[in-house]
Nanobody
């Protein structure tokens, strides 16, 4: 069974970088779509970026030019490299995955993902 575990969050100064990782600790090697979402205090959870099994990537505007999503299928792991972080990036970051093929216009819809991690906190201070 797919079990997602995030890591790599932390406290960083504005302008700094972090690399988040999310591993399918069930090592099913069966995930197709994988994505990162985030939830700031008092806000709804928002999509950040997504990637399919073949490496095709999707980014929200907030992530373009600063964040890079990638995956290593052999390790059942997806990454989110975040650069030039801003205080408004402060949030809990969640990894999501599904075993199905998701339509290209639906990668940012939460309901498309069956599996979710517990989240990792990212705090950016000025």
């Amino acid at each position: 069974q797919v079990q997602l575990t995030e890591s790599g969050g932390g406290l960083v100064q504005a302008g700094g970088s972090l690399r988040l990782s999310c591993v399918d600790s069930g090592y099913t090697f069966s995930t197709n779509a994988m994505g990162w979402f985030r939830q700031a205090p008092g806000e709804e959870r928002d999509p950040v970026a997504a990637i399919n099994r073949n490496g095709l990537t999707y980014y929200r505007d907030l992530a373009k030019g600063r964040f890079t999503i990638s995956r290593d299928n052999a390790k059942s792991t997806v990454y989110l490299e975040m650069n030039n972080l801003k205080p408004e990036d402060t949030a809990v970051y969640y990894c999501a995955a599904d075993q199905r093929t998701i339509k290209s216009g639906s990668y940012f819809r939460e309901e498309e993902y069956e599996y979710w991690g517990q989240g990792t906190q990212v705090t950016v201070f000025a």
